[in-house]
């Protein structure tokens, strides 16, 4: 079974700081998807990183994969209040497209 | 990316009834997905509903509780089954489009069982 983990779970951070979310998960794969989510929102669809070594970057936010470690960062730069949502990462494991395997989600909070 | 709706938007309902709940999409796909999010939870998968044939149902969802139908290739319909207060979440329907297979997301239907 696939397994899915975010680091941290919560995060509560000042504007102007750097900051990064871990995502690991337990097989392979080489499609990883992020996702933000508003509080009483739908998903917006942030990344998409199709292969080993695949960086993305979209204003003050940068994703990369590496999955020989099954790893993926999202990497928050000079942190806007703006940026407080809660960030998903979603494994795409079996057949494309098709099983998406969701983290638990990163609650991320910017403070003035 | 497409423009998914779902209808209704919310709804609050009492124990042992059922509630359908609709998704549109603005173009043809070949699946279409529904997800449950608890209160506060991440997103899991219920079922993956193909435009002519049965649902695949995740472990832990049956078609007798979350009946699918996909009677083409814009809509589909999701029930929820006699109603207990664990059913209150939101349901969301996906699509997957485009040549990285991104999953789209329609705003979701938020339900609440008394």
């Known amino acids: 079974e696939l397994k899915v983990e975010q680091n941290p779970l919560f995060l509560s951070m000042q504007e102007g700081k750097n900051y990064t979310i871990y995502c690991n998960y337990s097989?392979?794969?080489?499609?990883l998807y992020w996702y933000r989510q508003d509080p009483g929102k739908s998903l917006e669809s942030l990344f998409v990183l199709l292969s080993n070594g695949a960086v993305k970057q979209e204003g003050r936010l940068m994703a990369s994969l590496d999955t020989k470690a099954r790893l993926s960062t999202l990497h928050i730069t000079a942190a806007v209040h703006d940026l407080s949502a809660t960030y998903f990462c979603a494994v795409d494991w079996v057949n494309y497209g098709q099983n998406f395997v969701f983290g638990p989600g990163t609650r991320l909070s910017v403070l003035p | 990316s497409a423009v998914i709706s779902q209808k209704p938007s919310r709804d609050i309902c009492q124990r042992g009834t059922s509630l359908t709940i609709q998704c549109q999409v603005d173009?043809?796909?070949?699946?279409m997905f529904w997800y449950r999010q608890q209160p506060g939870q991440s997103l899991t998968l219920i079922a993956t509903?193909?435009?002519?044939?049965?649902?695949?149902?995740e472990s832990g969802f049956v078609i007798d509780k979350f009946p699918i139908s996909r009677p083409n290739l814009t809509f589909s319909t999701l029930t929820v089954s006699n109603m207990s207060p664990e059913d209150s979440s939101i349901y969301l329907c996906?699509?997957?489009?485009?040549?990285?297979?991104?999953?789209?997301f329609g705003p979701g239907t938020r339900l609440t069982v008394l």
């Open positions: 509903a193909n435009q002519g044939s049965e649902a695949t149902y």
């Open positions: 996906s699509v997957a489009q485009g040549l990285t297979d991104t999953q789209y």
């Open positions: 173009s043809q796909v070949t699946m």
């Open positions: 097989t392979t794969s080489d499609r």
